[in-house]
């Protein structure tokens, strides 16, 4: 098979080469890849900061989206379905072998390129408002970064949900652009951050914040917040260190969440998917859920894929296509 190689130290750049197809150990399902989306975590881990899991493919990419090549006898995947799945690494690349409960179905309204840009950050998404976060219907939710492909697929997930959506980022212009995904309400990220979610709120306050950047900014996602408000950690693109005011956690009984999805077991991650997917499914079909794609690039072409993404400025994920 084609694929991006393991990481190398000596090498941060992705190269694309040939590997032996996997084969696929008891309850896994081998999967033809078309298209896969690209993460941070693959950044990370191509430079050998974020090694997979053990007994997970050391090959970059955590989604993908593909057909079916063959199955254990038994399992209700059969070959020719169309699927996206979540994975621990193996994504980039044109085979992959997946846990069965990590697989989902691919709607026919959904092309292979929109399906690849779903799973990572629909898991992570409902990992954060639901089982983290605790969302309730008709509590506010603020969602930082939500213009990367992470942030808005969580501020449409977050209003199906029944929350009312704060979306934050840096970009007015991206910003303007989730409206049409129907999130009415944004915020400019930054030092009047919690002026802006408290006017948004009557003076309340947010019940909980997805916090996509961190960094020095995390101060002002925990102001942002009313009282016994819930910050989930997800993501430290905005850096890892910070300095916070202890006194307004205490005053105000703030929780501070961390999360991490890749390392959860394979169980773990097939109950998630089972719940997301009952729940999302029929709204992915009807077009209340919409995966965002900003570019896409091939395979051979995935070190211009991966400049693009830490450059940043995407509006939803970046993808590569395998064929």
């Not at 400019?188 to 961190?214: F, H, K, M, S």
């Amino acid at each position: 098979m084609r694929a991006i190689l393991p990481a190398d130290r000596d090498r941060p750049t992705p190269i694309v080469g040939d590997l032996p197809d996997p084969v696929p150990r008891p309850g896994e399902v081998l999967v033809a890849v078309e298209a896969a989306g690209l993460n941070h975590a693959d950044l990370h881990q191509l430079r050998g900061q974020y090694p997979p899991p053990a007994g997970e493919s050391e090959v970059p990419g955590l989604e993908l989206s593909g057909v079916v090549l063959e199955s254990e006898r038994g399992s209700p995947w059969r070959a020719g379905a169309r699927v996206m799945a979540l994975v621990g690494g193996g994504a980039h690349a044109t085979r992959a072998a997946i846990p069965a409960g990590q697989l989902m179905p691919l709607p026919d309204n959904l092309s292979f390129l929109e399906g690849a840009a779903i799973p990572e950050a629909a898991l992570t998404a409902w990992v954060n408002l639901v089982v983290e976060g605790a969302l309730q219907p008709g509590e506010t939710v603020l969602v930082t970064g939500a213009t990367g492909g992470m942030g808005s697929f969580t501020a449409q997930l977050a209003r199906e949900l029944g929350a009312r959506v704060l979306a934050a980022g840096r970009n007015p212009e991206r910003l303007e652009m989730l409206r049409g995904l129907g999130i009415d309400e944004i915020c400019l990220d930054g030092a009047n951050l919690a002026g802006q979610v408290r006017e948004a709120t009557g003076g309340r306050g947010a019940d909980l914040a997805i916090d996509y950047t961190a960094g020095p900014e995390i101060g002002n996602h925990l102001a942002a917040l009313g009282g016994r408000g819930r910050l989930v950690v997800v993501g430290t693109l905005g850096g890892r260190k910070a300095e916070v005011d202890l006194g307004l956690i205490l005053h105000r009984r703030l929780k501070v969440i961390g999360s991490v999805l890749r390392a959860r077991p394979r169980e773990e991650k097939a109950r998630l998917t089972a719940d997301f997917a009952a729940f999302a499914l029929p709204r992915l079909r009807d077009g209340r859920l919409r995966p965002v794609v900003d570019r896409v690039f091939s395979l051979e072409r995935a070190g211009e894929a991966y400049q693009a993404l830490e450059r940043g400025g995407a509006f939803g994920k970046i993808v590569l296509s395998t064929v």
